[in-house]
């Protein structure tokens, strides 16, 4: 997940932002003079470059502080840090709106193709609350800011007194076996999400509003138009890429399916049904890697190294670790991260105050201000995520001499994908040029090492799909408040097949349990950057001349893939991202062939694994 300028504000799209207090308060006397009102008769195209360039200005200068105040609020998190940041953030939304409204006038003029691209992506930016009624933007911004705070404040207390955060729950979730422990928290942390109930409902009401002042049917649909296509163009695309990788995620399941009840026994798993939702290493059921070793490959030689043990061998810390990551894009011929990334950014968990742990990355300033928050632990997990995290730094900071309004990924999916690509470099042979394993593993163990691979990659397709599915059911009226949470668990049974562990109604509200609901950051961008980092890896391998199997690949130290990398991520939002899309990889269209190439090795012996046993629920 990333924040910097528009990337955010296209998060703040329908993210309806964040504010508190009661009418929206006047500007700062440092803000931008009010803007002029534009001359009476016909627009011109030299009026609207002018209008442009005010708004960016002024959008940008909002930016900052709204980034300034939401990281501390993350970062911090009390009453007063929330009511400054939901104050700064609703300025911002507030004044979006106004441009994004005041950029109609500029419709029918004709423009230059890259001033045009501006208008639309301006009048894409933002679902604000609705001009002239600030007590409903008040309303809306502090609800949804409230909302983000209690998920980053949620914590299960166990009877005997012990309290999880949601690292606790991660930990236990994705190391214990015993399935009445893994019970137990699945259910207490899924409690986080009831209180969120009726304000997630109102707040979906006042999000709708600002989409409908926008000329959009709901914000859902605002999202999709986001994709340079119809929104209901961008659905049909993600059914497609997902019925491309619908029979390697199915034959996935049944073999998972299959050890879970040599594990734990029919009466807990149904070898024909769905998988319970607590028994797959986490606690949302979207990646399944830390139940590897009770999945792992029968008489085979194994993977031959686990990354966690050789982290925790090395005695690496959280500043070590993030330094590997920095190392893998130095690798390619880029710059090193400035000095005041490792001054400011939030690489460990505090012990003296609650924080939003969730991974993001940071560009506070859209120039050298770059930052991560995560709370690192010595896991193999966290040292993908890292990678996945300075992907959005590297990405950020290679765009940043680009117009404001360009300085942002392709698309959203873009941004997510780049540091996944790098990640899958992570390979044996990079291990071992990097110092952390002596020897690589033969080829006997690329079955294990697909699997693991696949634990995590395949096995969170269906989830990155219905994630949004949801919501747009939700802002469309599809799905009422009286559904919310019935809804939200068809859709994991159709697309998952995975169940609930116990009885759900709709007293509970267990999507609220997932960050991104709370926090209403769109989740589509996650299912199409799991195509497109096979995209991007199979180009940067073939420039980095690797002629191999694809999975063994590694990109590490190619300055060739390099300078490839970099001339996609300068462009930024600057031409279509088909366009950009081509320039990197040959295709003018996501497609999951490279992931199914990545995979043919696992999805045959799969097969074999399956035969004879059920596939499907």
């Not at 710059?335 to 005041?340: E, F, G, K, N």
Request: charged share 20%.
């Amino acid at each position: 997940m990333h924040r910097n300028l528009f990337a955010r504000l296209g998060v703040l799209a329908a993210l309806g932002v964040a504010a508190c207090g009661g009418p929206a308060s006047p500007p700062p006397p440092d803000l931008p003079a009010p803007r002029q009102q534009p001359a009476a008769g016909p627009a011109t195209a030299q009026e609207a470059a002018a209008f442009i360039q005010e708004a960016e200005r002024e959008l940008a200068q909002l930016q900052v502080r709204s980034n300034q105040a939401s990281w501390v609020a993350a970062t911090y998190i009390t009453t007063d840090t929330e009511s400054m940041s939901a104050e700064a953030a609703k300025n911002l939304a507030v004044a979006v709106q106004q441009r994004a409204l005041a950029a109609r006038r500029y419709d029918d003029v004709q423009l230059d193709p890259q001033l045009r691209r501006k208008f639309n992506i301006l009048k894409l930016a933002l679902t604000a609350p609705p001009p002239g009624n600030p007590e409903e933007a008040s309303e809306l911004t502090r609800t949804q800011v409230s909302m983000e705070a209690d998920y980053g404040r949620g914590e299960y207390c166990r009877p005997g007194g012990e309290c999880l955060d949601i690292g606790g729950i991660t930990r236990i979730m994705a190391s214990s076996r015993d399935a009445a422990q893994l019970l137990d928290v699945w259910q207490g942390w899924h409690r986080v999400g009831a209180p969120m109930r009726d304000r997630y409902a109102r707040f979906v009401e006042l999000s709708n509003k600002g989409a409908r002042e926008l000329g959009h049917p709901n914000t859902g649909a605002m999202w999709r138009s986001q994709y340079e296509m119809h929104p209901d163009s961008l659905a049909a695309e993600t059914e497609r890429l997902w019925l491309q990788l619908q029979p390697l995620y199915e034959s996935l399941h049944a073999y998972v399916r299959a050890r879970l009840v040599q594990q734990y026994g029919p009466s807990v798993v149904p070898p024909n049904g769905m998988i319970p939702a607590h028994l797959l290493g986490n606690v949302w059921a979207q990646e399944w890697g830390n139940i590897y070793p009770v999945v792992a490959p029968q008489n085979s030689p194994g993977t031959g190294f686990d990354l966690t043990q050789l982290i925790r061998a090395k005695n690496l810390d959280a500043v070590a670790m993030t330094r590997f990551g920095e190392r893998f894009f130095t690798s390619l011929g880029m710059d090193s991260l400035p000095a005041t990334f490792w001054q400011r950014s939030m690489l460990v968990q505090p012990a003296d105050r609650d924080v939003v742990c969730h991974a993001s990355a940071w560009d506070i300033d859209d120039q050298e201000d770059l930052r991560i928050k995560m709370c690192i632990e010595p896991t193999a997990e966290d040292f993908v995520t890292i990678h996945h995290e300075l992907g959005h730094s590297f990405y950020q900071r290679a765009y940043r001499n680009q117009p404001p309004l360009f300085r942002n990924g392709a698309h959203d999916g873009f941004h997510e994908a780049i540091g996944d690509a790098v990640a899958l470099s992570i390979t044996p042979e990079y291990l071992v040029q990097v110092g952390l394993l002596d020897r690589a593993p033969t080829t006997a163990a690329d079955t294990a090492l697909l699997l693991r691979q696949a634990l995590d990659k395949v096995a969170f397709l269906p989830w990155g799909l219905l994630v949004d599915k949801w919501r747009w059911g939700v802002f469309s009226g599809q799905i009422t408040p009286a559904n919310y949470n019935a809804a939200w668990w068809e859709l994991r049974n159709r697309y998952q097949g995975v169940a609930a562990p116990v009885a759900r109604s709709e007293a509970d509200f267990d999507p609220g349990a997932k960050y991104h609901i709370p926090g209403n950051t769109p989740y589509m961008r996650y299912f199409l950057a799991r195509i497109l980092q096979f995209q991007f890896y199979r180009s940067l391998c073939r420039e980095a001349g690797y002629t191999g199997p694809l999975h063994r690949c590694s990109f590490y130290g190619s300055e060739a893939a390099g300078a490839k990398l970099e001339r996609m991520l300068e462009a930024g939002s600057s031409q279509p991202w088909e366009q950009t899309l081509y320039e990197m990889t040959g295709e003018r269209r996501m497609d999951a062939g490279a992931m199914l190439e990545y995979f043919a090795p696992l999805k045959a012996w799969l097969d074999r694994q399956n035969q004879g046993k059920p596939v499907g629920w």
